[in-house]
C-alpha cells in the first residue's frame, strides 16, 4: 500500500496533478514519481541536460532517426510499423522517457500542411492501422504513447487561434475514424489534444470531443493532454475533459480557488488526477532498458526506408543493375533531407548519403548542381551538365529545401525549385537516360517536368539510413514496395480543399466535406499525375480467383489469389475498396476498407483475405446521430491503387432495420417510402391517386418533395386535423 493509498491526496496535490512540473514532466506528488515525457513520432528527441533551450529542438541526445510518418506510411507494412515502435519504445527506456508523443495520425486535407510529413495519410484507414501499429510496437515495452493532434488540426496556418469549421459527417467519416481505430484496437496511454477550435470551441475545451466521443462513445480510459500551450481556461478544460495542461502555467491556485468558488466540479479534478496516477503506475512498472544495439536499429531504420520508397515511374531505366557510367546529380544527394523541422526534429546517430552510397556500388561521379538556398549558381549547373553528358544514365536528386517545410507553416505551392527543373531539362538534354530521386516531406508537383526523366522515385523524408535505402532500390538489390497514401495532383488548383485552405479571418471551412483526395477525384473523374494507392515494382502481379460472399447478417468475406508473374522477389499492396455507383453521387464513388502487403518470390502465389462488416458500408446520419447502413447493392473492389482496379464482385446488405420515424415536416416520398407510412397514406388518401402513384410523372415528382403538412393549402382534403391523425396512425403501427 502506497502513502497515497493510507492518505487521500488533498485538493491542492490533486490540482498539481494536473499541470506539469516543468516542459517535459509532471509534477511529483508524495510517493507518486513524475512521469517524462519526449517527442518521438519518429525518433526520441530527448533534450540534453542543462540545456539552455527550454523545448531542445536544437540540442537533444543522439537517437536513431527512423523514416517519418510520410514514408513509413507508404510501406503500407502494419508489421514494420510495429517493429519501428518497438525499437523506438526501447530508446526512449534507455534514454530515460515514459511516454512518447506520437504518433500523428491527422488527415492530409492539403499538400500544403506544413507538418504533413508527420501524418501518415489522406485516408483515415491507412492511418488508423499504420497509427495502432506503431502504438502497439511502442506500448510492447511498456513505454506510452501519446496519438495526436485530436482533431482536426490539418494546417499550420494560425493553428493555436483557427477554428476548422467542420459538419459532423465528415468528422465522423474522415477525420476522427484513425484515432476511434487507435484508441479501441490499441488503446493508447496518451491522446494529446490540438491546438485549434472545432466549430467555434476549442479543442482543449471541448467536451464533446474529449468526453462524450472519446470516452463515452470509444472507451478511451487513458489520459488527455493539452498540446504545448494549447490550454486558454485551464478549469474549462479540466471541465471538458483535459487531464493534463503541458507545459506549467503555475496556475494550479486557480484550480483550487475555481472549486471552491463552485466554479468547477471537485470531481472534475479528482478524475484528470486520477487518471494522471494510473499512468505513472504503468510506466513506473514497465521494463528498462540501459541502451540499444545502434547497429541493428540503423538496419531497421534502413529497411523501413527502402520499404517506403515508391516508384512513381519507369520507362525500362531502372534498376541499375549493369548501369555503365553514372553520374549523380544533386547537392541533395550529398546533403540529404531525411526529416522535418520543428518538434520532431532527432540528432541521428548516423546518417546515411545517397551519394556515398551509390559512389561505392556503381563508381558513379558527382556534381553539386544547384545550391540548397535556391539562388541560381550558373557554374554549379555548367558543372552538372558536363558530368551528365560524360555519363550512360544521370542519377538526379530534386527536393525541397530545409526551409520550405516545417512545423509552424504552411507551403504556398507544390512546385520544386526552379533551379532544380531548369537543371534537370539540361541533363536530360545531353544524357540518354535520366532517373529523378525526390526528397519531400509534402507532395510535389511532377506534371511540368517528369517527362525529362525515364524513370521518378519517390524518396520522401527517408530517414537516416535513407542514403543506403535509395541506393538497394536503384540498383535492384531489393524491389521498390512503397505505395502512394496520398494522390499526387497534377497542379495546386486541382485539389479539393484549393478554395478553402487555408482560411481567414480566424475561420477555416472545410467546404469540400468528405470529399478529401482520392475520394474527390475518382468520385468526379478528375485526371491526376499519380493515384492514391499506385506504386511501380521491378516485377509484375496477377489477381484472380475473387470470391465476395456474405458470412452473417452484414458481414461479409472477401478472398483473392495474387501472384508473382515477373523474375523478382518482390512485395505487392493488394487493396480493397467499397464502392457505391450512384447516378448523382451523394457520397465517395469508393472507399480503402482494407489492405494487406506481401512479399511473393517468382512464380509464388498468395491467398489474400479481408472481412467487411456493417462499418465497411455505412455512413454517418446526422439525422439519427449514428452510423447508418441502408439496404442495396454495393461493390467490392481489388486492385493495385484507387484507379488500378483489378477485380469487382457485387454484394449486397439488408441495411441495418431501421426504420425513420415520420412526422408533419416529413415529404410525401418519405411517406410513400416507409413501410407503414405508405400503407396508412395510401389507405386514407383515396381520392389523391393522381399524386401518390401513376398521374403525370412531373407532378409526382413535385408533390414528393412537399412537406405532408404542407398540402393543407391545396385543397385535397389533406387538412390539419388530418394530417396530425396521419401521424397518430403510424406511430401506433410502428
Not at 500551450?229 to 491556485?253: C, F, I, K, S
Amino acid at each position: 500500500m502506497t502513502q497515497t493509498d493510507r492518505d487521500p491526496l488533498s485538493l491542492e496535490e490533486r490540482a498539481s496533478l494536473t499541470s506539469g512540473r516543468d516542459t517535459w514532466h509532471t509534477e511529483e506528488v508524495r510517493d507518486v514519481p513524475a512521469i517524462t515525457l519526449a517527442d518521438g513520432p519518429h525518433g526520441v528527441r530527448r533534450q540534453r541536460k542543462g540545456s539552455g533551450d527550454a523545448l531542445g529542438l536544437t540540442d537533444s541526445v543522439p537517437a536513431t532517426c527512423f523514416p517519418p510518418a510520410v514514408a513509413l506510411g507508404s510501406s503500407w507494412d502494419a508489421d514494420l510499423a510495429r517493429r519501428v515502435g518497438a525499437a523506438l519504445a526501447r530508446e526512449a527506456s534507455a534514454l530515460g522517457a515514459d511516454v512518447l508523443l506520437g504518433p500523428g495520425v491527422n488527415i492530409k486535407r492539403s499538400p500544403l500542411c506544413g507538418r504533413n510529413f508527420e501524418y501518415f495519410s489522406e485516408d483515415p484507414h491507412v492511418s488508423g492501422v499504420m497509427g495502432a501499429a506503431l502504438v502497439a510496437g511502442i506500448q510492447s515495452r511498456g513505454i506510452g504513447a501519446c496519438v495526436k493532434h485530436f482533431a482536426v488540426n490539418n494546417q499550420e496556418t494560425d493553428r493555436m487561434r483557427i477554428s476548422a469549421d467542420v459538419d459532423e459527417q465528415t468528422l465522423r467519416e474522415i477525420y476522427l475514424p484513425a484515432f476511434e481505430h487507435i484508441v479501441r484496437t490499441a488503446a493508447p496511454s496518451m491522446v494529446m489534444c490540438s491546438y485549434n477550435k472545432i466549430n467555434g470551441v476549442y479543442a482543449s475545451e471541448n467536451h464533446w470531443l474529449l468526453t462524450e466521443v472519446l470516452r463515452g462513445e470509444w472507451g478511451f480510459e487513458g489520459a488527455v493532454v493539452s498540446d504545448w500551450g494549447a490550454v486558454n481556461d485551464r478549469a474549462a478544460a479540466l471541465a471538458a475533459g483535459l487531464d493534463l495542461e503541458m507545459p506549467p502555467t503555475r496556475t494550479d491556485h486557480e484550480i483550487v480557488a475555481a472549486v471552491r468558488a463552485g466554479r468547477l466540479d471537485e470531481d472534475a479534478v479528482t478524475r484528470a488526477a486520477d487518471r494522471v496516477l494510473a499512468l505513472a503506475g504503468r510506466v513506473r512498472d514497465a521494463e528498462r532498458f540501459d541502451g540499444w544495439d545502434v547497429d541493428e536499429h540503423h538496419e531497421l531504420a534502413r529497411e523501413a526506408a527502402r520499404g517506403s520508397i515508391v516508384l512513381l515511374k519507369n520507362d525500362g531505366v531502372l534498376p541499375l543493375e549493369d548501369p555503365g557510367r553514372v553520374a549523380v546529380v544533386g547537392e541533395l544527394a550529398r546533403t540529404p533531407r531525411y526529416q522535418g523541422h520543428g518538434s520532431s526534429h532527432v540528432v541521428p546517430t548516423r546518417l546515411d548519403g545517397a551519394w556515398d552510397a551509390l559512389r561505392e556500388r556503381t563508381g558513379a561521379t558527382f556534381a553539386a548542381g544547384y545550391r540548397l538556398d535556391g539562388e541560381p549558381d550558373a557554374s554549379l549547373a555548367a558543372e552538372a551538365v558536363t558530368a551528365a553528358s560524360a555519363a550512360d544514365v544521370a542519377v538526379v536528386f530534386l527536393g525541397l529545401p530545409d526551409q520550405a517545410e516545417s512545423e509552424g507553416f504552411d507551403r504556398t505551392s507544390i512546385d520544386l525549385p526552379a533551379v532544380q527543373t531548369d537543371l534537370l531539362r539540361r541533363v536530360a538534354g545531353v544524357c540518354p537516360r535520366v532517373v529523378v530521386v525526390l526528397a519531400n516531406g509534402g507532395v510535389v508537383s511532377v506534371a511540368e517536368w517528369q517527362d525529362a526523366a525515364g524513370a521518378v522515385l519517390e524518396g520522401w523524408l527517408p530517414g537516416q539510413a535513407g542514403g543506403s535505402a535509395i541506393a538497394d532500390i536503384l540498383t535492384g538489390a531489393h524491389s521498390p514496395s512503397g505505395r502512394l497514401t496520398e494522390t499526387i495532383p497534377n497542379r495546386l488548383a486541382d485539389v479539393p480543399s484549393h478554395l478553402h485552405f487555408p482560411g481567414a479571418d480566424g475561420r477555416v471551412v472545410y467546404g469540400e466535406g468528405r470529399f478529401v483526395g482520392y475520394r474527390y477525384y475518382d468520385t468526379l473523374g478528375r485526371d491526376v499525375a499519380y493515384p492514391f494507392g499506385h506504386g511501380l515494382s521491378y516485377t509484375r502481379f496477377e489477381y484472380s480467383d475473387l470470391d465476395a460472399r456474405e458470412t452473417g447478417r452484414n458481414e461479409w468475406a472477401v478472398e483473392v489469389t495474387v501472384t508473382n508473374a515477373g523474375d523478382r522477389t518482390a512485395h505487392e499492396v493488394v487493396q480493397l475498396y467499397v464502392a457505391f455507383d450512384e447516378e448523382l453521387p451523394t457520397r465517395p464513388r469508393h472507399e480503402l476498407r482494407g489492405f494487406a502487403k506481401i512479399e511473393l518470390a517468382p512464380g509464388e502465389r498468395s491467398r489474400v483475405r479481408f472481412a467487411l462488416t456493417g462499418r465497411d458500408v455505412a455512413q454517418w446520419s446526422p439525422a439519427r446521430g449514428d452510423w447508418r447502413v441502408d439496404a442495396g447493392a454495393f461493390t467490392v473492389e481489388v486492385g493495385a491503387s484507387s484507379r488500378d482496379i483489378r477485380l469487382r464482385a457485387e454484394l449486397a446488405t439488408p441495411g441495418d432495420g431501421h426504420v425513420a420515424a415520420l412526422g408533419r415536416m416529413s415529404t410525401l416520398g418519405e411517406w410513400l417510402d416507409h413501410p407503414v407510412g405508405s400503407r396508412v397514406l395510401k389507405s386514407r388518401l383515396r381520392g389523391a391517386d393522381g399524386f401518390t402513384s401513376g398521374g403525370s410523372p412531373a407532378l409526382l415528382a413535385l408533390a414528393r418533395g412537399i412537406p405532408l403538412a404542407k398540402f393543407s393549402t391545396f385543397g385535397i382534403g389533406l387538412s390539419g386535423d388530418v394530417v396530425d391523425e396521419l401521424v397518430a396512425a403510424v406511430r401506433s403501427e410502428s
